[in-house]
Nanobody
Framework: QVRLEESGGGFVQPGGSLKLSCAAS????????MYWYRQAPGKQREHVAG???????AYSDSAEGRFTISRDNGKNMLYLQMNNLRPEDTAVYFC?????????WGPGTQITVSS
């Protein structure tokens, strides 16, 4: 069983930066893929960034060039560095892990981008 908890959300002005963290309570050594998703009010949850065990990294069109997903193997942590934030990035951000043991989601952290 793996429990995930996001942190690092908050309020930021357009053009600003935030770094999200996702802490896993258990080992992520057998992970298959890790993702960041987001859900804005009234919209469906959407993929933002993902990385696979093989090292493949992919971003949504809106995240490409502004966001960076990374992982700290030793600390069971997943990160999302977000730069040049826009009002349309406002959403609840979730981390999501696929592993041999299951499919896990964190409770999410709110990002609000506004002037």
């Amino acid at each position: 069983q793996v429990r995930l908890e996001e942190s690092g959300g908050g309020f930021v002005q357009p053009g600003g930066s935030l770094k999200l963290s996702c802490a896993a309570s258990g080992s992520l050594d057998d992970f298959e893929a890790m993702y960041w998703y987001r859900q804005a009010p009234g919209k469906q949850r959407e993929h933002v960034a993902g990385l696979t065990r093989r090292g493949t990294i992919a971003y949504s069109d809106s995240a490409e060039g502004r966001f960076t997903i990374s992982r700290d193997n030793g600390k069971n942590m997943l990160y999302l560095q977000m730069n040049n934030l826009r009002p349309e990035d406002t959403a609840v951000y979730f981390c999501h892990v696929l592993s041999g043991a299951g499919n896990y989601w964190g409770p999410g952290t709110q990002i609000t981008v506004s002037s």
